[in-house]
Structure formats: C-alpha cells, structure tokens
C-alpha cells in the first residue's frame, strides 16, 4: 500500500515517507502508564496523539498492531534506579495488595480514556504479567557481554556498549554529556558508573514485588519490560515506538541500547515524540500545585481551574496544537476550545439537515484533499480542523441558501466531515450524548406545539414549554426567522 503519509522520526531528525516493514500490517508499541496515582493531564496528550496515529493509519487501510504497555512494577521512585518502587510505595502506605493499587488506577485509566475517546490498543501487557520474558532478556544481554552483576542486581554496561553502539543516539546526546546529566544519589550504588541502569534489582527485605530469578529474587529494572514486551508481541523489528518526550532520555535511550545488545540491532525504525503539556508556562508537577487529575478537570474541582471542561473540549484542545510543539494548558485556552468544539459539533449537526440542490457552487474536493494533505503532514491537526472552520462557515451558508451542493456533493460532504471528525479526530458530539432515538423527535414535536403556541400569540404555553424544558437541561433557543433550536445544558 503506498501512501504519502509523512512521520517526523526523532531518530534521523527529518519527517520521513512512512514505509512500513510489512505492506498492510503496522506494528506499533508505545509507553502507557505506570499506574500508581489517578490518571491526569499529563496522560492526555501521549494517548490522543498515538490515538490519531492509530486511527489515521486504521483509516488509510492498515491492519495495525497497537501495544501500549501498563507498567505496575519496577517505575522506582528516583530516576537514578535506586529507592522504592512507586507501586509498593503506595501499596505500604495504603495497606493494599500492591495489586490492588494497579489494578485500581487501571481501571481508572481506562474510564477517562474512554471518556477522551482514547480507543484500546490492541494488546495491553502488564509488566508485571511478563517477568519470564524479562529475565529472559537480560540474561540475553548478559550473554552478549553488556551486562554485570552487582551484589545480586544486575547492571547494562553503558562504557562496553558505546564501545561498539552509540549511547544517546535518539536524543543527541554522546556519553560525556550523560555524564554530566546524570546524579550520583546518596549513599552506596552498586553500579560501576552512574550513567549504567539496572536490568534486575535485588529486592530489599521490606520489598513485596518480588520475583525468582538466577542473581537473586528481585524485580526488572523499568526499561526492560518495553523492549521484552513489544520483542514479544511486534517480533524483533517493528514499525513505529511512542511516547511522550519526556521519555526520551533515559527510558527511550535504555530501550534502544538494550536492543541493540540482545538483538544487535534497533527494533523500531520510526521514534515518535509528543511534546508535553505546560501549565501557565510550567511543568506540571505536584510540588508546584499544579497537578490536574483528570476527574479534576472534568468535574472543575481544583484551584487552578475556572470552571468544568469537558472530555470532547480537552481532546478538541489538543489537538488543536500539533502533536510536536508544546501546549500551554489555561482556563482562556480551554474556553476558546470548548466553543471552537461547540461550533464544530453544530454544523455536523446542520449538515445532517442541509437540502440538496440540482447543482453545487461548492467544491467537496477542496475538503478531502486539505484534510489528506494535513494529515499525510506528519498529522498535523491544527491544519484539519482549520479546513474543516472554513467548511463550517460554507456549511450555514448552505443552510441559509447563499451557497448550493447537489446530492452528490453532500453525500460525500458527510462522508469527509463525518470520516475526519469522528473517525480520525475521535470526537464525539456531547451536544446529543444521553438523548437517546427518541428524543429528537420529540423534541421537534414539543416544539412544533410552541411554534403553533406562538403563531396563536399563546405566550403562557410557549413561556411554560420553555420552563419545563430548561428545568429537564434543554435551552430552547429562538430564532430571528422563528425557528427553534435546542441543546442539552
Ligand atoms: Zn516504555
């Protein structure tokens, strides 16, 4: 199948024609979540961007093979490999089976994903559920001469493998500059440089998550369970690797070295970055009381936020950015998102009601060609829902009889409109969420009786309908040429 969709590759610095290894099939694996808190803003923009991909690549043909890992063991608490495991951490804290706290915030993830109109990847391993194939892993890496043992845990050599491969290649760093990167922690280590990360660590006493394996009983090191998981499930070369930029350094550079030292070579040919979200300029953080959990955001409930947004807004937000240039998260932002969604949403509505012509003065082509190239642009978003504005003012001019399209036009019209923004943008429209079959048509009936109400200057009745329609959430808004238009509040 060939295409014109072009990828920015991290890895060679350029966008790239994609050209998959197989002809239809996509293999794609990207970093979830390490699931010991509530899902936040921070987990927005990394699913929906590789929910675009996904879907983009689903709707160009391709039969895609999406894993987005879990991670429930091994995210330690300092970035340096030393200290407590998150999970445990809370667990110990809470009194709960450190099961019981990932499979909580699982589940928690997987609701707001829905919500956000994330689609389920295809295959969702636990690390935790793949300790077999990490052990297996490292002993291959330790065979191959790039590893070493230390007191029971287990060390990547990152001086022997940049003997032979570059260490820093993805994100441009050489191994003086990781050097200087990287902090020595208190106390002992057990490693011979500070730049080298654990594959396997001995499991101190106290420490519950613990498996057998040949150097002690312990747990894998965090950036082993993406290279044994996505080697099992996408073979030894797969298309496309994800994840927030964020991961970058150290976790994306460790997958890569140990690749390259169990395999002796790359596994992913494309490295795809999000760029992240920023709070008035600043990371988000939870020292800096900015941290916005998802139910936060939904439900309005957090200092920094004006009112509720909701989950089509803060996808609709997002994507009104490209995925690769920072995004700066404010109460003004959202609002003007939310009525940018709010406008969108309205002439899809419109156009499920436009009256074909005998003859078009519209061109459909122009749509489906701008949304194509914007997409085929290293999936450029902003550019598609800008196409599709200047088609939401040619759609109401359609409605108010200053533009024409035929049949044919309009059957296509809908076709696009309702391919990009559901399909491939993945809205939805909230404007009708909950109203189910019924509703509209009785809606149009409800309303036809204050129409008649009106005409007979019957404005007890029509105030009445109004009132008992606003007490239920529907707003009957009035038109100058009176029509009448609804929405649920
Ligand atoms: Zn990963």
């Known amino acids: 199948m060939a295409t014109k969709l072009m990828l920015y590759n991290t890895l060679s610095r350029t966008k790239e024609v994609f050209r998959p290894i197989n ?27 590789f929910d675009l ?19 429930d063991v091994g995210h330690l608490e ?107 922690i208190d106390g002992q280590s057990d490693k011979r440089n500070s730049y080298d990360f654990a594959l396997w660590k001995k499991a101190q006493p106290e420490h519950i998550m613990r498996w057998p394996s040949p150097w002690s009983d312990g747990f894998p090191g965090w950036h082993l369970e993406c290279t044994a998981m996505s080697t099992k499930y996408l073979g030894e070369q797969f298309d496309i690797h994800g994840g927030g930029m964020d991961l970058m350094f150290p976790h994306h550079e460790c997958e890569i070295a140990q690749s390259c030292a169990a395999l002796g070579h790359d596994s992913a040919r494309y490295w795809i970055h999000n760029n992240m979200i920023t709070i008035g300029g600043q990371k988000m953080g939870k020292s800096l009381g900015n941290f916005i959990t998802l139910e936060q955001l939904f439900t309005g409930t957090h200092d920094k936020l004006e009112q509720a947004y909701s989950p089509m807004t803060v996808r609709f937000f997002i994507l009104q950015a490209h995925y690769r240039s920072t995004l700066d998260f404010s109460n003004e932002a959202l609002k003007a998102a939310e009525k940018g969604y709010d406008r969108l949403m309205k002439a899809v509505e419109v156009l499920g009601k436009l009256k074909a012509s005998e003859s078009s003065t ?28 200047d088609w939401v003012r040619i759609i109401n001019s359609i409605a108010d009889g200053k533009e024409q399209i035929s049949s044919a036009d309009l059957e296509e019209l809908r076709r696009v409109v309702n391919l990009y923004v559901f399909d491939i943008l993945g809205l939805r429209n909230e404007r009708t969420e909950g109203a189910d079959d019924k509703v509209a048509p009785l809606m149009d ?19 009445l309908i109004r009132n008992r329609l606003s007490e239920v959430g529907i707003r009957v808004k009035d038109n100058k040429d009176g029509s009448m238009d609804w929405e649920q509040i």
């Not at 991909?53 to 991670?71: E, H, M, S």
């Open 23 to 49: 002809e239809q099939h996509v293999g794609m694996y990207v970093c979830g979540p390490t699931v010991y808190g509530d899902p936040h803003l921070g987990h927005t923009r990394p699913a929906i961007t």
């Open 362 to 389: 519209v061109d459909v082509a122009d749509l489906r060609t701008r949304c194509e190239d914007a997409m085929n642009d290293d999936l450029s978003s902003p550019m598609v829902i800008s196409a599709l504005f």
């Open 78 to 184: 300092h970035d340096a490999d030393e200290g407590e495991d998150k999970i445990t951490k809370k667990a110990r804290l809470e009194q709960l089976e450190p099961m019981e706290v990932a499979q909580y915030y699982t589940n928690r993830y997987h609701t707001f994903m829905d919500k956000l109109g994330v689609l389920p990847p295809s295959i969702e391993p636990h690390a935790s559920g793949h300790i077999i194939e990490q052990v297996e892993l490292v002993k291959r890496i330790f065979d191959a001469g790039y590893a070493y043992e230390s007191n029971g845990s287990i060390y990547f050599d990152v001086t022997k493998y940049n003997e032979s491969f570059h260490y820093g290649k993805l994100s441009g760093r050489n191994l003086d500059d990781v050097l200087v990167g990287t902090h020595e």
């Open 53 to 71: 991909l996904f879907r983009y690549l689903k709707a160009l043909g391709y039969k895609v093979r999406y894993v987005r890992n879990i991670t």
């Open 445 to 463: 009936m409800i309303l036809e009786i204050r129409r008649n109400a009106k005409a007979n200057k019957d404005w007890p009745t029509a105030d």
